[in-house]
């Protein structure tokens, strides 16, 4: 399971591969001819740099600006910091191992950054479950109040600690072996169905069950926001409910259509960047494919799944950051300089929009639900 361990190359560690495989000679550096290798490297590139510069801008502005500086933006932050990490250490190396035949990092970096690969790709992707659930929380109770930073503190040491525990067997299996005359840093397991549960774990533990519960609170959100809200608004109500809704979703019919259209981004884009990936990791484990065939998927559909996952970290920013307008408007795209001017909805901006919809003032409990359920949108 490790993200390195791209290829079979000894029949303990993969037992499908025939024990006839063609042994690659010790003196051809590159797995694939010059167009190939180049297309690798720019494509990677391109999603290394934008995934650095996009994590960056968010990191800085959460940051600077002291508004920014609540549970929902701190979950925002630790995305950003996750996803660096990717960035950093899971792209270059898979890189290198997709176009270079012998591993060049020696045994000490074959397990650390397996398990820092690990970590980070684990803790980005609970922390995008910690998001969906703190809006969840905001947008079904938004009279609970928001998440205090005692909680939001406790729930960012789970998210880490819950991805060390599960990535940490990493270090233990994984290193730098000598087969077939080249160096591989691939896994060695003492029993086959260790490895085998192993990855059914990892696999149920990190993309199903994080999808299955961000599209069941994403559903949920989508539910409450569009179809109950116009059925309140269709029924009636008292005065009280038809001020809370018309003050943060009642009103905005084009804003609740773009909040819906954004979650279901978020699921597809996760579901859809690491499937193919895990795809593979299956098919490695219970597959009985024929060499050809594992020769393909080992050297073309390997370089696509991980480009794709780490597309996911290079989107992250720009669906839960950059796409955010008190994110957002902290951002000088003409000289890409960060700014640290307030963010937050103040109340002259509130005063203007009632006045556009032609709403008479709500309390003070109405604005602070309304303001949490803006922040958490």
Known sequence: ???????CEDDF????????????????????DTPVTVLYILVYSL??????LGNLAVCCVVAKTRQL???????IFNLAVADLLVALFCMPFTLVAHILVEYQFGDFMCRLTALIQGLSVAASVYTLTAIAADRYKAILFPHD??????????????????????MVPQVFVIQ?????????CTEIWPDLVYKKVYSVTVILLIYILPLMVMTFLYVRIAEKIWFRAGLQQQRGGNKSDSVRRSEFIGSVPKRRKRVIKMLIVVVTLFMLSFLPLY????????????????????????PFAHWLSYFNSCVNPIVYGLFNRDIRKNVDWGRF??????????????????RENHQAPADEQVYNVRLQMETAL
Not at 279 to 302: A, I, K, R, S, T
Not at 337 to 354: A, P
Request: hydrophobic letters at 45%.
């Open 47 to 52: 999603v290394f740099i934008l995934c650095v």
């Open 1 to 7: 399971m490790s993200w390195l361990n791209l290829s």
């Open 176 to 184: 730098v072996r000598n087969v077939k005359r080249v160096d591989r």
């Open 69 to 75: 500086h609540t549970a929902t933006f701190y979950f």
């Open 145 to 166: 109040g928001p998440m205090n930073m005692a909680t939001m503190k406790k729930v960012l040491v789970a998210i880490w600690m819950a991805a060390l525990v599960i």
């Open 13 to 32: 560690v993969c037992p499908n591969r025939s024990s006839n495989s063609t042994v690659v000679p010790p003196w051809s550096s590159y797995q694939h």
């Open 337 to 354: 300089s960060l700014m640290t001017r307030s963010t937050i909805i103040t109340d002259k901006s509130c005063r203007s929009r009632r």
């Open 279 to 302: 795809v593979c990791w299956m098919l490695d484990e219970f597959g009985n494919m024929p060499e050809w065939q594992e020769n393909v998927v080992h050297h073309f559909v390997y």
